[in-house]
């Protein structure tokens, strides 16, 4: 269940497959939802394998060890130059919920409006 009351975009980034992808742990949302997908995730040390799994502020989220091999997720955690959101925060590979995003800290260009327009019809 969605809370009505939470802007339609904190709830998009709030997702998990999407915050594996802000932290930097891989370079696209794809390879997030197949990691998460594929349990190579925890959070609050709990496995997690739904993407769309709502994460909340607090939590912390971390690769398994198996997470740890994957190429792809070496080759991004050792990219210093990778700046994560400020509404989260990471340590190696550990990240941590810190707030909801406001949409100031949003980067994704999107209309809001449109999505909603077209689900009104």
Known sequence: CINMKRPLLQILES???NVVYRLGFVSS??????IVSHGH???NAKKVNIPSYQLKPGQTISLTSKGLKIE???KMLSNKDYRV?????RK???GKIEKLPE???IDTEVDEKLIL???SR
């Open 92 to 94: 190696a590979a550990v």
């Open 85 to 89: 959101p400020t509404w989260l925060k």
């Open 29 to 34: 949302r794809s390879i997030a939802r197949q």
């Open 41 to 43: 995730l925890q959070v």
């Open 15 to 17: 997702r998990l497959d």
């Open 103 to 105: 949409r100031s800290e």
């Open 72 to 74: 792809q997720v070496k």
């Open 117 to 119: 327009e077209y689900y």
